[in-house]
């Protein structure tokens, strides 16, 4: 019998003001550009992504969530980017909180137990904006966009037929400081 699997992944998951102001930050870069626009309600910061995993895995890696105890942050998302390699325009800020690389090495840690690995590679926070695209020409563009975060998540991403859907299908609060 085959076992049933969810494709899964952690993220910081934006308010609706937030997500507003990133897309309306992004509309005069993405408007020159060929390519996949990143559909408002998918847009993420990705902590940790899981793959596809058992019901078993999945109650493993929720139950190590709820262990982690990081504060509460902002972020400035403050400059755009383009990775070469995957063609993708996106956002990001240009200093880290240091709650966020702790957030992110506490919950790689206490997913560890449930047979997940960290990536090698620097964690390197961002919003993907538009995926399939060239290069823009110039990205001098001034914006600071503040986001609070107080929680992170557990989203599944669901194959629909006009591409792909995330649902964020777990919350898990951060602490609230002072």
Request: with cysteine.
């Amino acid at each position: 019998m085959i076992k049933k699997t969810n494709r899964l992944f952690f993220a910081l998951w934006p308010s609706q003001q937030v997500r507003r102001a990133i897309v309306d930050a992004s509309l005069p870069l993405s408007s020159q550009l060929e390519g996949r626009v990143i559909r408002p309600q998918n847009l993420h910061i990705t902590l940790h992504f899981i793959g596809q995993v058992t019901e078993d895995v999945k109650q493993c890696i929720h139950t190590a969530a709820q262990s982690v105890a990081v504060d509460s942050f902002n972020i400035k998302l403050d400059r755009f980017g383009y990775f070469k390699r995957a063609k993708i325009l996106w956002i990001g800020p240009r200093q880290l909180p240091d709650e966020l690389v702790r957030l992110h090495q506490d919950l790689g840690k206490a997913l560890s137990p449930c047979g997940y690995k960290s990536e090698i590679r620097k964690f390197n926070p961002h919003v993907s904006l538009m995926r399939k695209c060239a290069r823009p020409k110039a990205i001098q563009h001034e914006l600071i966009i503040p986001w609070s975060a107080d929680e992170f998540v557990l989203v599944e991403s669901i194959q629909i037929e006009s591409g792909v859907e995330y649902r964020v299908i777990e919350h898990y609060p951060l602490l609230q400081s002072g």
